[in-house]
C-alpha cells in the first residue's frame, strides 16, 4: 500500500512569504505527527493529532507555526512570515493508533529554504 | 524532560565488520524505542521497533537490544556492506506521551 506522502517535496520562500506544507498519512492512520529536522541533526517534534483533534502542540516554535487535520485524514502544516531560521526539513509521519506501543511511519519530508 | 544521546557521532569502517551504535536516553519511564535509517535527501526508514517490555530485537544482520533501567540501546550491524551507509537515528517514545524524541544520529559510512 502506499506509504506517508508528502507535498512539496522542495520549497523556497523568500523571507516575509507564508508557506504550506501538506501530509498525506497512511489510509486508516489515526495519529500524525510534524516534526521539523535542521541540518545534521534528529528531528524533534512539532505537534500531534489524533484523528481531527490536535491532542498536543507544545513543540511549534512560535504562532509563526499553525498545523491543522480538518478531516482526520489529510494534514496542512502553515508557517506564516518566514524567517531564515525556518529553513530545515520538515517531515510528517502517521501511526496506526493513538495509544498503544505502534510504530510510526515517516514520509519523505519537504526540505524548505528560507532566503 | 528526555533527552536522547548517540555516540559516535560519525563511524567509517572497512566492508565487513561488525559493529555497534550506542543510544542512551535520560529517562527510563519509556513505552518503546525504535531505530531508524534516514539516507541523504530521504525521510525515516524504520528499522526495529522495541516495546519497553522486551529485550531485544532481530532483522536480518540488524540486532537492536534495550536496556531500560540502565538508559541504553545498541545497534548491532554484522558483516556491514557498503548500502549500509547511511544516518542511523534512535527515538524514544515516552509513557507520558506520543511524540517520538530522537537522539542526533550516527553517520556511518562503509567503504569497499
Known amino acids: 500500500g502506499a506509504g506517508v506522502s508528502q507535498s512539496p517535496r522542495y520549497k523556497v520562500a523568500k523571507r516575509g512569504q507564508d508557506v504550506a506544507l501538506r501530509c498525506d498519512p497512511i489510509s486508516g492512520h489515526v495519529s500524525l505527527f510534524w516534526y521539523q529536522q535542521a541540518l545534521g541533526q534528529g528531528p524533534e517534534f512539532l505537534t500531534y493529532f489524533q484523528n481531527e483533534a490536535q491532542l498536543d502542540k507544545s513543540g511549534l516554535p512560535s504562532d509563526r507555526f499553525f498545523a491543522e487535520r480538518p478531516e482526520g485524514s489529510v494534514s496542512t502544516l502553515k508557517i506564516q512570515r518566514t524567517q531564515q531560521e525556518d529553513s530545515a526539513v520538515y517531515l510528517c509521519?502517521?501511526?496506526?493508533?493513538?495509544?498503544?506501543?505502534?510504530?510510526?511511519?515517516f514520509g519523505p519530508g519537504t526540505r524548505l529554504t528560507v532566503t | 524532560k528526555q533527552e536522547v544521546t548517540q555516540i559516535p557521532a560519525a563511524l567509517s569502517v572497512p566492508e565487513g565488520e561488525n559493529l555497534v551504535l550506542n543510544c542512551s536516553f535520560t529517562d527510563s519511564a519509556i513505552y518503546n524505542l525504535q531505530w531508524f535509517r534516514q539516507d541523504p535527501g530521504k525521510g525515516l526508514t524504520s528499522l526495529l521497533l522495541?516495546?519497553?517490555?522486551?529485550r531485544e530485537q532481530t532483522s536480518g544482520r540488524l540486532n537492536a537490544s534495550l536496556d531500560k533501567s540502565s538508559g541504553r540501546s545498541t545497534l548491532y550491524i554484522a558483516a556491514s556492506q557498503p548500502g549500509d551507509s547511511a544516518t542511523y537515528l534512535c527515538a524514544v517514545r515516552d509513557n507520558a506521551g506520543n511524540m517520538l524524541t530522537f537522539g542526533g544520529g550516527t553517520r556511518l559510512m562503509v567503504k569497499p
Open positions: 522495541i516495546q519497553s517490555s522486551q
Open positions: 509521519a502517521s501511526s496506526l493508533a493513538g495509544t498503544g506501543g505502534y510504530e510510526q511511519y
